[in-house]
């Protein structure tokens, strides 16, 4: 069975400290899709990244970093020098199945960063 | 601008009660899906479509059912709500499954 896994529930840091965020996924197919989302306080799912099986190249974008390891079926996220605004829960939501259509949740890590 | 639009965004309604959440999106999307999100669970699949009079079940469908006549209409029914139902309800569509899916705001039910 497909499985997603944020062995985080809940972290707490101080503004611009360095935070990050673990996902580990089972599969046993080859070719897959990674995607981060965040729900801020207001609810709403907002898409940060998505990345390929086949490419392992990992990408910083701004504050934000992603650390793709297919050996080690870990797709982790970083957020560098933290600001109040990123407090939210994010979910680690990959698409396992290449027949399957859908999302497989993790259940999700709350941020907090505090001022 | 492109967006996909729930209604109600808040609903409390009584057991038994047939219900229908709409879920509609401008972008021409061929695939559709309804989540709902519960505290522990993340969010778990209920139903899919690919197209037009194509769906099929997710990992939680028990209680639902849904249609898909046009392209950009995805309603989730319940039928006859149960306790059970009360839930944070999402309706995500995307151009291919691989594809990022851009969700609507939420709906949230509570089912007395």
């Known amino acids: 069975a497909q499985k997603v896994t944020q062995a985080q529930t809940e972290i707490s840091v101080v503004e611009k400290e360095d935070v990050t965020l673990d996902c580990v996924y089972e599969?046993?197919?080859?070719?897959?899709?990674l995607f981060w989302y965040k729900q801020p306080p207001s609810g709403e799912l907002v898409f940060l990244i998505r990345?390929?099986?086949?490419?392992?190249q990992n990408e910083i974008s701004g504050r934000y970093s992603w650390n793709f390891q297919k050996s080690t079926s870990s797709f982790n996220f970083t957020i560098t020098a933290s600001q109040v605004v990123d407090s939210a829960v994010y979910f680690c939501?990959?698409?396992?199945?290449?027949?399957?259509?859908?999302?497989?949740f993790g259940q999700g890590t709350r941020l907090t960063i505090n001022p | 601008e492109a967006q996909v639009t729930q209604n109600p965004r808040y609903l409390i309604t009584v057991t038994g009660k047939k219900l229908t959440v709409t879920c509609s999106q401008n972008?021409?999307?061929?695939?559709m899906s309804w989540y709902r999100q519960d505290p522990g669970l993340g969010l778990r699949q209920i139903y899919y479509?690919?197209?037009?009079?194509?769906?099929d079940k997710g990992d939680v469908p028990e209680g639902y059912k849904v249609s898909r006549k046009e392209k950009r209409n995805f309603p989730l029914i319940l039928e006859s709500p149960s306790p059970n139902q009360t839930s944070l309800y999402f309706c995500?569509?995307?151009?291919?499954?691989?594809?990022?899916?851009?969700f609507g705001d939420g709906t949230r039910l509570s089912i007395l």
């Open positions: 972008m021409n999307h061929e695939y």
């Open positions: 939501a990959p698409k396992l199945d290449q027949g399957a259509q859908k999302l497989v």
């Open positions: 479509s690919m197209n037009v009079e194509v769906t």
């Open positions: 995500a569509s995307s151009q291919q499954g691989r594809q990022p899916q851009h």
């Open positions: 990345r390929n099986s086949f490419d392992e």
């Open positions: 599969t046993r197919d080859t070719t897959y899709y």
